[in-house]
């Protein structure tokens, strides 16, 4: 068989198997490699909502995928050029993935008569799946690791454990990926505590791309040339991490310390595990009980004058809103960060959706207004933590920032910013010995000063009883009226703070598509997708959801119809018909714990230019 060496733009990669195999691992040294070559990225890492499901099932299943390219890449992609099975229920759960050019890397001694049963297949998977007409490349994977490392002195665990090594080295090979960055790694991870380790990885590594090499059954391997981007210091970055370096970027220009109280939750609990890792910069982490302690104790240190901040998922925000209703009465700063994921209740925790925006919107007792923010991709978590925490700070308020379990475990390349370029955070603190009424507001902004204890001159109280200006309990109904009020205003005057809606394409015409959150990467590729093939059509997304921009209503007006799609029932599309019920509203959703396809929304986009106004709910 000729060897040929093509050249493509990018490339869709899947690594499935047992959450014991390493696919996680796998995917990341793959992802962050590629990074590092200079490649666009997006990675989606999709895992079992079980602890321990049934080794060998379909529900065990744990998969990586990652989409790298010379050019600009927005989602990790429909489906996939290369899936590595490690066993073969890795092969039933990912066949609907494959392309019909794909290759498929299995591990043929997995596929045993127990490991078909346990995926529920029969003695033909390959015909069962009807897959035959895929490149199946069949390498006995767990032999081949158990004899590249036979001489290596470890347990039959241990070389086991190898076999994602020896699968990585093989899509090293056919994707012409350098390994350096990969033995820099094994040599970090090791080198303290188990330097014996180093050698054996290397090795099968090795062993895996030279085996790779050397069969037939390989007839092509693929250059992916790096991308033109902007000059500067690139990392590749999930959500959660640059949620936790925008709120410590956010303390750095504020001036002040930064406190997160949390409860562990998937899957947000790696926001808190990053703030715990630099105390260095200031930043003081504690894990509460329960989540009603982690909001409370991040309530406390705003009131103590910190950068406050509390994070967590559904289930988490629901019991946190009582909590919520406090700070917006105390109008204190506080930052609460939500995970999204599939619910209701504890739901499928591994799982995204956007299905907590009712909740963030409406989810308190009273009136009860809040900022309401999201984050849209993984990069750009780190400027909406930061801008989040600006807005608490200087505006006195709660603020409430949505991301997504997609975008939280996702990751992406981030140019590094320099802080010079971000601007001064300003709150609004009294002055000691100068004459203090604790909710006496600026008559523009309806902000409060923000006394913090030790302050002479300015001690008061601050609970969840209403209070007039001076800060003293009232019942008087028309000081309640006031306060309501005033309380709404505050939050609406934020929209002057906030930028404008910026349209990705003609500012009029027949269709206006619209996302917000972590659906624009795949809608931002739709879009583009339905303007080459000859269609009208634009797009906005939204990155602040209360208060809306100030232009939205302009840039509605100036398109004849508005779809909005969501990973939900649809929540927005109801709050925009709410507020804005003069426009043609079409809505395309999905809850199925998953991202959009592209494909899916280019469909729904061709079904309202073909004058189906209202598209299918799946």
């Known amino acids: 068989m000729q060897h040929k060496v093509i050249d493509t733009k990018d490339v869709v990669i899947r690594f499935a198997g047992d959450s014991g195999d390493g696919m996680q691992l796998t995917g990341s040294l793959f992802a962050d490699m590629s990074a590092i070559f200079g490649n666009e990225l997006s990675t989606f890492p999709d895992y079992p909502a079980e602890i321990r499901a049934p080794h060998g099932t379909v529900s065990g299943v744990s998969g990586f995928q990652v989409h790298i390219g010379s050019e600009h890449i927005t989602t990790p992609g429909d489906f996939c050029d290369l899936l590595v099975a490690m066993n073969p229920a890795a092969l039933k759960a990912n066949a609907k993935w494959l392309k019909r050019t794909a290759m498929v890397l299995i591990d043929s001694d997995t596929f045993d008569e127990d490991g078909l049963k346990r995926a529920g297949l029969k003695s033909d998977p390959i015909a069962e799946l009807y897959i035959e007409d895929r490149t199946i490349i069949i390498a006995p994977i767990t032999t081949l690791t158990e004899e590249s490392l036979k001489d290596s002195g470890l347990d039959k665990k241990s070389v086991d454990k190898c076999k994602n090594m020896f699968t990585l080295g093989m899509a090293c090979y056919i994707y012409n990926r350098p390994m350096e960055y990969i033995f820099q790694y094994l040599e970090k991870k090791f080198g303290k505590k188990k330097p014996e380790m180093i050698a054996p990885n290397k090795k099968v590594l090795q062993d895996g791309y030279n085996y790779a090499a050397n069969i037939q059954a390989i007839p092509n391997t693929y250059n992916i040339e790096p991308a033109h981007q902007e000059k500067g210091l690139y990392r590749n970055i999930t959500g959660n991490q640059a949620t936790a370096w925008g709120l410590l970027a956010a303390s750095e220009k504020a001036n002040l310390p930064l406190f997160c109280g949390s409860y562990p939750i998937t899957p947000a609990t790696g926001i808190l595990e990053e703030l715990a890792i630099h105390k260095n910069l200031g930043a003081k982490t504690l894990q509460a009980e329960d989540e009603i302690a982690g909001i409370c104790t991040a309530i406390g240190a705003a009131y103590a004058g910190n950068l406050a901040v509390t994070t967590?998922?559904?289930?988490?925000?629901?019991?946190?809103?009582?909590?919520?209703?406090?700070?917006?009465?105390?109008?204190?700063?506080?930052?609460?960060v939500d995970v999204q994921r599939a619910g209701p209740s504890t739901g499928i925790p591994t799982k995204t959706e956007q299905t907590d925006l009712n909740q963030a919107l409406y989810g308190r007792n009273g009136e009860?207004?809040?900022?309401?923010?999201?984050?849209?991709?993984?990069?750009n978590c780190f400027d909406a933590a930061f801008n989040a925490a600006k807005i608490a700070l200087e505006h006195m308020t709660p603020v409430l920032l949505l991301t997504e379990g997609f975008l939280g475990n996702g990751s992406e390349p981030w140019r590094i910013p320099s802080m010079k370029d971000y601007p001064a955070i300003k709150p609004p603190f009294a002055q000691p010995n100068v004459p203090y009424k604790p909710f006496q507001r600026d008559p523009?902004?309806?902000?409060?000063?923000?006394?913090?204890?030790?302050?002479?001159?300015?001690?008061?109280?601050?609970?969840?009883?209403?209070?007039?200006?001076?800060?003293?309990?009232?019942s008087d109904p028309q000081n309640h009226a006031t306060m309501v009020r005033e309380r709404y205003m505050k939050v609406q005057k934020v929209a002057d703070s906030i930028p404008e809606l910026e349209v990705n394409g003609n500012k009029s015409g027949k269709l206006l598509v619209v996302g917000w959150g972590g659906t624009y990467g795949h809608i931002l590729s739709a879009v583009q997708e339905a303007r080459e093939a000859g269609h009208d059509v634009s797009f906005v997304n939204f990155d602040y959801i209360m208060p809306l921009p100030k232009n939205t209503e302009e840039v509605f007006s100036k398109f004849e119809n508005i779809l909005v799609c969501e990973l939900n029932s649809g929540h927005f599309v109801n709050y925009l018909r709410a507020g804005l019920p003069q426009f043609r509203y079409s809505q395309y959703?999905?809850?199925?714990?998953?991202?959009?396809?592209?494909?899916?929304i280019v469909a729904a986009i061709r079904n309202v230019m073909s004058s189906e106004v209202e598209t299918s709910k799946e």
Not at 589 to 600: A, R, W
Request: glycine share 12%.
């Open 368 to 379: 009860c207004p809040m900022v309401v923010m999201a984050a849209h991709s993984p990069a």
């Open 444 to 474: 523009e902004t309806f902000v409060r000063k923000w006394a913090v204890p030790g302050m002479a001159g300015c001690e008061h109280r601050v609970g969840g009883l209403e209070k007039n200006h001076d800060g003293v309990l009232s």
């Open 312 to 336: 967590t998922s559904g289930p988490g925000l629901s019991l946190k809103s009582e909590a919520m209703g406090l700070a917006v009465m105390t109008e204190l700063p506080l930052v609460i």
């Open 589 to 600: 959703n999905k809850i199925q714990g998953q991202p959009f396809l592209v494909q899916e």
